[in-house]
Nanobody, 116 residues
Framework: QVQLVESGGGLVQPGGSLRLSCAASGFMFSAYAMSWYRQAPGKERDLVAVITSTGGNTHYADSVKGRFTISRDNAKNTVYLQMNRLKSEDTAVYYC?????????WGQGTQVTVSS
């Protein structure tokens, strides 16, 4: 079955960096777009970044443009989110999502806390 396992979250000071990973299994990873979402306490789950199946195209939420980079390694069935210049408002649970053309599968999430 489809499995998505996020890792790399933690506590970081404002201005710091983290790299999230999402290891995928149970489907042909290289055939599907992947996304990162985040959900802060009391707020809706929002799109952070999307990457196409080949990695040739990406899209970012305005709030993270220029600071975050989504990438993927199809040989390792893994999608990454490099987060630089982190701000307190980036604090959230980060989820990866596999996009199966209208059907979706989510990971369990990883907590990112940006605080001094």
């Amino acid at each position: 079955q489809v499995q998505l396992v996020e890792s790399g979250g933690g506590l970081v000071q404002p201005g710091g960096s983290l790299r999230l990973s999402c290891a995928a299994s149970g489907f042909m990873f290289s055939a599907y777009a992947m996304s990162w979402y985040r959900q802060a306490p009391g707020k809706e789950r929002d799109l952070v970044a999307v990457i196409t199946s080949t990695g040739g195209n990406t899209h970012y939420a305005d709030s993270v443009k220029g600071r975050f980079t989504i990438s993927r390694d199809n040989a390792k069935n893994t999608v990454y989110l490099q987060m630089n210049r982190l701000k307190s408002e980036d604090t959230a649970v980060y989820y990866c999502r596999a996009d199966f053309g209208g059907l979706y599968s989510w990971g369990q999430g990883t907590q990112v806390t940006v605080s001094s």
